[in-house]
């Protein structure tokens, strides 16, 4: 994760912290919840090929594999 | 609309870790603010996902799902006809899969984006590489 420092308006923060409190999770936990829903929405209106472009390019890190070799040549063993 | 088929090797080096990767990391972020159709021939995901279970990946179930959404192209009869037209009447040194995927992008109007130096060199369809693809 991320570590990042946002300022939010008072009523705002007040309103999240009882949110927060009466759903029994950390603010930042329903912080996280809410950025992932705006990107969800976001997502949602645009075209499927787009929604895979983005999702492509959203690739997660932690999913990647350090690879024996380089892409290139791998594939290459594969087809020769 | 952009149309571009992208080789093995691009998505090997940005679902895996190799020198490439950042750039091929850059090029997926580059092209999802373009509007660009990608063309996936069943031989490359079949390479894919092979060559990513080989070194080690396990969520492949995460890549399929990514690749489900795109244009298939499936290795079939049609294809296999317009291969066939192909080599009859040109030359070409290139080896059957690598053929297939060249060809596949020839016959969708569609950019070959690789980074394989044997495609790059070919002049069977429009090749760029992912660093140097900035669309038609």
Redo the contacts between chains.
């Keep these: 994760m991320t570590r990042t420092q946002i300022y939010l308006p008072e009523e705002m923060h007040q309103r999240l912290l009882f949110l927060a409190k009466s759903e029994n999770v950390s603010l930042s936990e329903l912080i996280r919840k809410g950025a992932g829903l705006v990107i969800k929405t976001k997502q949602k209106g645009l075209p499927p090929y787009r929604q895979t472009l983005k999702m492509l390019a959203d690739y997660p890190n932690s999913l990647r594999v350090t690879l024996a070799d380089s892409a290139t040549k791998l594939i290459r063993d594969q087809r020769d | 609309m952009n149309k571009i088929v992208i ?4 998505y ?10 950042p750039k ?2 850059a090029f ?2 580059r ?2 603010q ?5 063309i996936l021939p069943a031989l490359v995901e079949a ?1 894919v996902l ?3 279970h ?4 396990t ?1 492949l179930d ?1 890549i399929s799902q ?1 690749f489900s ?2 244009i298939f192209s499936p290795l079939n009869k049609e294809l296999i006809r317009g291969l066939t037209s192909f080599i009859e009447s040109n030359q070409s040194s290139l ?1 059957t ?2 053929l297939i995927i060249a060809l596949t992008a020839k016959l969708n109007d569609a950019a070959l984006i690789t ?2 130096k ?1 495609l790059l060199g070919s002049n069977i369809c429009e090749t760029a590489s992912p660093e140097n693809y900035r669309g038609p």
């Design positions: 080789d093995s090797c691009v090997v080096s940005h679902f895996g870790i190799d020198k490439l990767t091929s990391k997926f972020k092209i999802s373009t509007d660009t159709q990608i390479e092979v060559v990513l080989q070194n080690g990946a969520r995460k990514l959404q795109m080896k899969s690598d980074w394989d044997q």
